[in-house]
């Protein structure tokens, strides 16, 4: 089981900056990849970005260039920091764990970028 709390989400004009974080507690030392995922509504769920245990880091071409996923391992934490914001990154952000395949989820934390 792993436990994962989101914060740093909140309301920010276009072009603005902010900076997700997800810390995970429980069994972390199973985690094999961490990510964040993000649904607006009426939409799906969407991966947002993943980085594995080895460190490897995939982004949705939606946000390259714009957003970066980093972690701090020793605090067992996951970050996203997001450059640029659009009116349409404006979602729930969500962060999830993968243990060998099973998915954990955090609640959430709302973005909504508008002027």
């Known amino acids: 089981q792993v436990q994962l709390v989101e914060s740093g989400g909140g309301l920010v004009q276009p072009g603005g900056s902010l900076r997700l974080s997800c810390e995970a507690s429980g069994n972390i030392v199973s985690i094999t990849l961490m990510a964040w995922y993000r649904q607006a509504p009426g939409k799906e769920r969407e991966l947002v970005a993943s980085?594995?245990?080895?460190?490897?880091?995939n982004y949705a071409d939606s946000v390259k260039g714009r957003f970066t996923i980093s972690r701090d391992s020793a605090k067992s934490a996951v970050y996203l920091q997001m450059n640029s914001l659009k009116p349409e990154d404006t979602a729930v952000y969500y962060c999830?764990?993968?243990?060998?395949?099973?998915?954990?989820w955090g609640r959430g934390t709302q973005v909504t970028v508008s002027s």
């Open positions: 999830k764990a993968e243990i060998y395949g099973r998915g954990y």
């Open positions: 980085i594995t245990r080895g460190g490897s880091i």
